[in-house]
């Protein structure tokens, strides 16, 4: 096709052809876009189309790129769904496996020996050495380190069977 008649047709046709997807869509971008693509296609292949059937081409055209948009949007869209469920499957899955072992774990401190939980809780959750926790309980290194070695003995016991 001759750049002229190329640009004859455009010129005639482009805008009732956007117009055209326009009324099916309702998105003007999406319709700008077919529509160039359309003529890109007649460019590029160099389609040798009769002046007096280019409508009915045209319009042929723009009618099976819309199909070829909608199948790959529902394809898309089908997809995303999947994953999102599939996330929020996973997530859910997840904070629940969250919160009942938290629980648990809770539980298990909660059940430790008075001794036991504040070794415990003072070397996890004020980060204090086996030496700063002797001073301030007034108990030897190696009364400590018994406490300890048994609240992790028993926790470990209690969260993993």
Request: glycine share 0%; net charge neutral; aromatic share 14%.
């Amino acid at each position: 096709m001759e750049k002229d008649d190329f640009k004859k047709l455009f010129d005639t046709y482009f805008d009732a052809i956007k117009n055209y997807i326009f009324y099916r869509i309702g998105d003007i971008d999406v319709a700008t876009d077919i529509t160039q693509d359309i003529f890109t296609r007649i460019w590029e292949k160099q389609i040798v189309i009769d002046i007096s059937q280019a409508k009915y081409l045209l319009y042929k055209m723009a009618k099976d790129m819309l199909v070829s948009k909608y199948r790959r949007l529902e394809v898309e869209n089908k997809y995303t769904t999947r994953m999102q469920f599939e996330m929020t499957e996973l997530t859910e899955a997840h904070d629940y496996d969250y919160k009942q072992l938290k629980n648990q774990y809770e539980d298990a401190l909660n059940k430790l020996p008075e001794k036991q939980r504040t070794v415990f809780l003072m070397s996890r959750m004020d980060e204090l050495k086996y030496a700063e926790i002797a001073e301030r309980l007034d108990i030897s290194i190696k009364t400590v380190e018994k406490r300890m070695s048994n609240a992790l003995f028993y926790l470990r016991k209690v969260l993993i069977a």
